[in-house]
T-cell receptor, first 113, second 112 residues
């Protein structure tokens, strides 16, 4: 079946602009996660959604970052007033439910100039 | 001390040999353990999950978990050049969270 999809695959933006990254999870998966991977920082958790529960936002690095999940499916990660340190690969993953195996999408490479 | 630690490598093994990748974690209450493979420029791909002490085998891969010693390992038998990648160890603290905590990864090189 179809895996996790993300768009765009690449995004170049100017410092100070807002960006939106989209994730479409595997059908039937109730949990959706956002991570980012940058050189020197490894893979770090940002936020996850599980069903109708309040999201765990504990990994968001600043209030410039926000995410929503509409209808229990597609999710959008928004970064406002982008900074150069936001440059990274943003990865989305989904799982059947919490603590189950997570499957990653191809990622969005964000470059802030 | 990092919560999940891996030797960054590179670990170099000849084709056909057994590659042994190790990971230690600091939170004794950690519940679930995963190994991901990541090729350069690609996203992580799940290889194995393990939840209880002992060994779990899947094809050429064996995951080993020892909660008392707080380590988890991945053995790759009959290593192939196509196994050359970075291997990421990931842990969840409890069954009530999906937050994966990743190690920095071990780079494996399998030489023909």
């Amino acid at each position: 079946g179809a895996g996790v999809s993300q768009s765009p695959s690449n995004k170049v933006t100017e410092k100070g602009k807002d960006v939106e990254l989209r994730c479409d999870p595997i059908s039937g998966h109730t949990a959706l996660y956002w991570y980012r991977q940058s050189l020197g920082q490894g893979l770090e958790f940002l936020i996850y959604f599980q069903g109708n529960s309040a999201p765990d936002k504990s990994g968001l690095p600043s209030d410039r970052f926000s995410a929503e999940r509409t209808g229990g499916s597609v999710s959008t990660l928004t970064i406002q007033r982008t900074q150069q340190e936001d440059s990274a690969v943003y990865l989305c993953a989904s799982s059947l439910s919490l603590a189950h195996e997570q499957y990653f999408g191809p990622g969005t490479r964000l470059t802030v100039t | 001390q990092k919560e999940v630690e891996q030797n960054s490598g590179p670990l170099s093994v000849p084709e056909g040999a057994i590659a042994s990748l190790n990971c230690t974690y600091s939170d004794r209450g950690s519940q679930s353990f995963f190994w991901y493979r990541q090729y350069s420029g690609k996203s992580p791909e799940l290889i194995m999950s393990i939840y209880s002490n002992g060994d779990k085998e899947d094809g050429r891969f064996t995951a080993q978990l020892n909660k008392a010693s707080q380590y988890v390992s991945l053995l790759i038998r009959d290593s192939q050049p196509s196994d050359s990648a970075t291997y990421l160890c990931a842990v969840t603290r409890s069954s009530n969270t999906g937050k994966l905590i990743f190690g920095q990864g071990t780079t494996l090189q399998v030489k023909p």
